[in-house]
């Protein structure tokens, strides 16, 4: 398995503000992903955060409004800008060790409100 | 399309009795099969997981799950449950592709009756 840490662990923001999102794991892992869970809702993947490359979307999400960067191999940002109530939700970063290692772990997840 | 359907929002079972998760999956390759749990305020805990070989797989926590293709189902079991087991199941679908890209059910949120 992995060790998965992120900060913070939840927030409260106000309208029209950004916040980052941080995901550290305690090894080297080939992939990162950071998931949406709205609230009673299942996950949604927003994006595959790529290693020294721009992030790989899925549809429906945009690099302007939600910024990845991923700088290392055990480490990875997510921002959430200008944010609206319909973004909160609770963000999770996962990660998929390498190849032939199909499964993923998640990390605690980030509780976000937006007022 | 690829889609992972649990056909079942809540479940509400008595400690001690049996459980059973239903899963249905539609996936166009060969299908890579995860059960996870969320408890309250958690994240996800990988229960189980499939990828080839015996149809019946063992997982943590008792749970076990069986794979079938003709049915395009991938079920999770547990004989006897646990106060603790109430939380969120979700199943899951993936492939072998370099995407590493996950499809979530809907979950299915377990009570369990002293």
């Known amino acids: 398995s992995a060790v998965i840490s992120q900060k913070p662990s939840r927030d409260i923001c106000q309208r029209g503000t950004s916040l980052t999102i941080q995901c550290q794991v305690d090894?080297?892992?080939?992939?990162m992903f950071w998931y949406r869970q709205q609230p009673g809702q299942s996950l949604t993947l927003i994006a595959t955060?790529?290693?020294?490359?721009?992030?790989?979307?899925e549809s429906g999400f945009v690099i302007d409004k939600f910024p990845i960067s991923r700088p290392n191999l055990t480490f990875s940002t997510l921002t959430v800008s200008n944010m609206s109530p319909e973004d909160s939700s609770i963000y999770l970063c996962?990660?998929?060790?390498?190849?032939?290692?199909?499964?993923?772990?998640f990390g605690p997840g980030t509780r976000l409100t937006v007022t | 399309a690829q889609s992972v359907t649990q056909p079942d929002i809540h479940i509400t079972v008595s400690e001690g009795a049996s459980l059973e998760l239903r899963c249905n999956y539609s996936y166009g390759a060969t299908p890579y099969l995860f059960w996870y749990v969320q408890s309250p305020g958690q994240g996800l805990q990988l229960l189980l997981k499939y990828f080839s070989g015996d149809t019946l797989v063992q997982g943590i926590k008792g749970f076990e799950a069986e794979f079938k293709r003709s049915q395009s189902s991938f079920n999770l079991r547990k004989p006897s449950v646990h106060w603790s087991d109430a939380a969120e199941y979700f199943c899951?679908?993936?492939?072998?592709?370099?995407?590493?890209?996950?499809?979530f059910g809907q979950g299915t949120t377990l009570q369990v009756k002293p």
């Open positions: 090894s080297q892992v080939t992939m």
């Open positions: 899951a679908v993936g492939g072998s592709s370099n995407t590493g890209k996950l499809i």
């Open positions: 996962s990660v998929r060790r390498g190849q032939g290692a199909y499964e993923q772990y």
């Open positions: 955060a790529n290693q020294g490359s721009e992030a790989t979307y």
